[in-house]
């Protein structure tokens, strides 16, 4: 196989509504979408960065940077035929695992079109349809929040994550617990808490939730091992977990119960299936996270999240929830049972709008080996 062209698109598409977390706010996404022409195919990949370092010290520049810089030079002499080959030539890259995961899901997407087959076949899973759920971000008062979980009950959700910080924690989720009994219900810290704030956390405890997912800081599995004993209900990380040898810490250190998966935070799908795997030998739930991603992003979530060991709902979304208009075709939509359909085209499976990608992206710029 042979790497003709890689393209990088910078790209900017508002958010339907603003997204909220106990301590950045998001307006639009802002993202690194890349492209790459092998062999008469081609491959798409999408970098979970933002524009603001709120969720982790990469952001749409830096992901730039470091592919322009290093992954795609290094991508171009190694012309990889194989993830393994891929991971091989970016491990002198340190951190950064959000740049090279987009590079390593467009790999993907021309391996599995090669290939002849869906995406989800190629990695392991399958059925025609995965368990989501909504992650709804603080709102300007409780009285908002059950009015937009309303909405999104109303759409079809039957698993609602609430954003939660101090101030917005206890109340709101004894509000939306008290309207919805039965609702499957869990709430994100994004980091915000300290373990003085393990009372706190306690109250959370009575009202019957999945999880609660990352409430101290994202390095920090020491301290969630001291909260986890402290609390009835099982602590899931996120943030702090971007390799499987973090997954082994916070599972050997008793710092959680659950895992988050999210393939661009772990550096890739490679060391998504990495963890997925140990988890599910250990018995320790998954389930997929999301990034408010575009829909080429999305469709690699949701082929990976019919892998057995996601057992819980994901973090992945109906189009229309995030854009008014994604830049695939057909756009993702929610099925009457809380499900989204998995692609069953070769590779992602979906259609990039070209026009539309034009449409919403700042910059873009195309490499070719040298010489
Ligand atoms: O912590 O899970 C998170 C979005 C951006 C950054 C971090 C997180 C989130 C979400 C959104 O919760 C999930 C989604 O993509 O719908
Ligand atoms: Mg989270």
């Given at each position: 196989?042979?790497?003709?062209?890689?393209?990088?698109?910078?790209i900017?598409?508002?958010?339907?509504?603003?997204?909220?977390?106990?301590?950045?706010?998001?307006?639009d996404?802002?993202?690194?979408?890349?492209?790459?022409?092998?062999?008469?195919?081609?491959g798409?990949?999408?970098?979970?960065?933002?524009?603001?370092?709120?969720?982790?010290?990469?952001?749409?520049?830096?992901?730039?940077?470091?592919?322009?810089?290093?992954?795609?030079?290094?991508?171009?002499?190694?012309?990889?035929?194989?993830?393994c080959?891929?991971?091989?030539?970016?491990?002198?890259?340190?951190?950064?695992?959000?740049?090279?995961?987009?590079?390593?899901?467009?790999?993907?997407?021309?391996?599995?079109?090669?290939?002849?087959?869906?995406?989800?076949?190629?990695?392991?899973?399958?059925?025609d349809?995965?368990?989501?759920?909504v992650?709804?971000?603080?709102?300007?008062?409780?009285?908002?929040?059950?009015?937009?979980?309303?909405?999104y009950?109303?759409?079809?959700?039957?698993?609602?994550?609430?954003?939660?910080?101090?101030?917005?924690?206890?109340?709101?989720?004894a509000?939306?617990?008290?309207?919805?009994?039965?609702?499957?219900?869990?709430?994100?810290?994004?980091?915000?808490?300290?373990?003085p704030?393990?009372?706190?956390?306690?109250?959370l405890?009575?009202?019957?939730?999945?999880?609660?997912?990352?409430?101290?800081?994202?390095?920090?599995?020491?301290?969630?091992?001291?909260?986890?004993?402290?609390?009835?209900?099982?602590?899931?990380l996120?943030?702090?977990?971007?390799?499987?040898?973090?997954?082994?810490?916070?599972?050997?250190?008793?710092?959680?119960?659950?895992?988050?998966?999210?393939?661009?935070?772990?550096?890739?799908?490679?060391?998504?299936?990495?963890?997925?795997?140990?988890?599910?030998e250990?018995?320790?739930?998954?389930?997929?996270?999301?990034?408010?991603?575009?829909?080429?992003?999305?469709?690699?979530?949701?082929?990976?999240?019919?892998?057995?060991?996601?057992?819980?709902?994901?973090?992945?979304?109906?189009?229309?929830?995030?854009?008014?208009?994604?830049?695939?075709?057909?756009?993702?939509?929610?099925?009457?049972?809380?499900?989204?359909?998995?692609?069953?085209?070769?590779?992602?499976?979906?259609?990039?709008?070209?026009?539309?990608?034009?449409?919403?992206?700042?910059?873009?710029?195309?490499?070719?080996?040298?010489?």
């Amino acid at each position: 196989m042979k790497i003709e062209e890689i393209a990088l698109y910078h790209i900017k598409m508002p958010y339907r509504s603003p997204f909220q977390t106990s301590r950045w706010i998001e307006y639009d996404r802002e993202c690194v979408i890349v492209q790459l022409h092998a062999d008469g195919l081609t491959g798409w990949g999408e970098c979970v960065a933002s524009q603001n370092c709120g969720y982790s010290y990469e952001t749409t520049k830096t992901n730039w940077h470091i592919l322009e810089d290093f992954i795609i030079p290094a991508v171009l002499a190694a012309n990889p035929d194989e993830i393994c080959g891929y991971r091989a030539a970016v491990a002198h890259v340190s951190g950064h695992p959000m740049a090279k995961a987009g590079m390593e899901m467009a790999l993907w997407d021309v391996f599995a079109q090669r290939a002849g087959v869906p995406l989800q076949t190629f990695l392991g899973g399958s059925g025609d349809r995965v368990r989501v759920g909504v992650s709804v971000g603080i709102q300007e008062t409780t009285d908002k929040l059950l009015q937009v979980v309303d909405a999104y009950l109303a759409d079809g959700y039957r698993r609602v994550k609430l954003k939660i910080k101090p101030g917005r924690d206890v109340g709101d989720t004894a509000a939306v617990r008290k309207a919805h009994p039965d609702l499957l219900l869990q709430v994100d810290g994004n980091s915000v808490y300290r373990l003085p704030d393990a009372e706190h956390l306690k109250e959370l405890d009575d009202f019957n939730l999945l999880l609660i997912e990352q409430p101290l800081a994202d390095d920090d599995i020491f301290d969630h091992a001291k909260l986890q004993p402290q609390l009835k209900t099982p602590l899931c990380l996120d943030e702090s977990i971007t390799s499987v040898e973090h997954a082994r810490w916070a599972l050997e250190m008793g710092a959680c119960r659950i895992v988050n998966i999210k393939p661009g935070r772990v550096s890739g799908m490679h060391e998504a299936l990495r963890i997925h795997d140990y988890c599910r030998e250990r018995g320790v739930p998954v389930w997929m996270g999301g990034m408010l991603e575009t829909g080429i992003g999305r469709a690699a979530n949701v082929a990976a999240a019919s892998l057995p060991g996601f057992t819980l709902p994901g973090d992945i979304s109906a189009s229309a929830r995030y854009f008014f208009e994604d830049i695939v075709e057909p756009p993702f939509t929610l099925n009457a049972d809380s499900t989204l359909s998995i692609p069953t085209g070769p590779g992602l499976g979906v259609n990039v709008r070209l026009e539309t990608l034009e449409r919403v992206t700042l910059r873009w710029n195309t490499y070719r080996r040298s010489g």
